[in-house]
């Protein structure tokens, strides 16, 4: 295919997708350039492809519109994977205004130099909408605007509505992709990386699973290379152009469930420790969270021919093994 772009750039370059995406373009024969400001990805990441020259690294702000300044101009497609997210303790003007600025420039950029641009959103846009599984043209279902979490949601709902107001504009395509529960080697290991990530660190610790809420909650968890497989089909098939896909399993678990399976994968002695925390004691502001949440992968399998492989207990194990393996934990 001759379509298919050459050169790409990779905002949040250093962060658990962004290192994952990296690994993978660079094994295609991709050239990339990749952006961080490293305040939640890691150097260690990417270092690995440092001395690559098919990489460049650039540890920049997607804040700052001089980041973008005097970049290449035979870019053929921006990834813009860089976000701030869920306010679940504070920080509710980082993920409104990061999200909205480093987004803006982003596709200020794409215009600019007439590219494909190919931007994660979330599942998180769905809200409560009890329609189970989501599709892409369901409705988001938001709760009030004095319950913080939200802000994360409406600030991708923006970026999803202002990047085809661009496309609408200058006529270059944009994809816009929804996450659901990805996890794996190099998540962040704290609740930024999402609850297994946790999980397993307190499993391993022979300490208590905190629980948010009751438990009963459901999310559907993606092992990062079908997640990886579903961006890097967006970013090369021009199928995916003007499209929004969902990017995830749609095997749903509770976190109570989820909890439990850590506990037996990870061998560790004794029993499950469990400790539930009400929402109450998050903020200062009432948290809401968000009851159960699948994909429907049928557009993603059709257009991208991408399908989730990998199974939660054999994600979970490889996970757990890398967790265990940085040698942070009592087992």
């Known amino acids: 295919m001759t ?34 400001n490293l305040s939640m990805g890691k150097i260690e990441n990417i270092g690995h492809h440092l001395t690559n020259k098919q990489f460049q690294f650039l540890q920049k702000d ?53 590219c494909k641009c190919v931007l994660a959103s979330t599942s998180d846009v769905y809200g409560r909408n009890p329609k189970i599984p989501f599709s892409e043209d369901d409705d988001s279902v938001l709760g009030s605007s004095k319950v913080a979490r939200w802000s994360y949601a409406v600030s991708k709902l923006f970026d999803e509505h202002l990047a085809f107001a661009y496309q609408d504009s200058y006529g270059f395509p944009v994809v816009l992709l929804r996450f659901f529960g990805s996890y794996g080697p190099r998540h962040h290991l ?29 999310r559907s968890f993606t092992f990062v290379s079908d997640t990886v ?6 970013t090369i098939k021009p199928e995916a152009n003007g499209e929004i896909f969902n990017i995830g399993s749609n095997h749903e678990i ?20 469990l400790k539930f925390i009400p929402y109450e004691s998050f903020t200062g502001r009432k948290y809401e ?35 265990r393996s940085l040698g942070l934990y009592k087992y």
């Open 3 to 36: 379509n298919i772009p050459r050169k790409i750039l990779v905002t949040g370059v250093a962060g658990f997708l962004g290192s994952h995406l990296l690994d993978k373009l660079i094994a295609c024969g991709h050239e990339v350039i990749g952006i961080d």
């Open 62 to 114: 997607i804040t700052e519109k001089s980041t973008f300044d005097n970049l290449a101009t035979d870019i053929d497609c921006i990834v813009h994977l860089a976000a701030f997210k869920i306010p679940r303790y504070g920080k509710a003007i980082d993920t409104l205004k990061i999200n909205y600025q480093g987004t803006d420039n982003v596709l200020e950029l794409a215009r600019q130099l007439n």
């Open 190 to 218: 704290s609740w930024w990386g999402g609850p297994q990530s946790v999980f397993i660190e307190q499993v391993l610790n022979d300490g208590e699973i905190t629980i948010h809420g009751d438990g009963m909650q459901t």
């Open 229 to 234: 497989e579903g961006i890097y089909a967006a």
């Open 254 to 273: 509770t976190i109570l469930e989820l909890a439990q399976t850590i506990k037996r994968l990870s061998n560790t002695p004794g029993e499950l420790k």
């Open 289 to 323: 969270d968000v009851r159960r949440r699948v994909p429907d992968s049928t557009k993603c399998e059709k257009l991208l021919g991408v399908k989730a492989q990998v199974g939660l207990e054999e994600g979970l194990s490889r996970t757990i093994s890398w967790q």
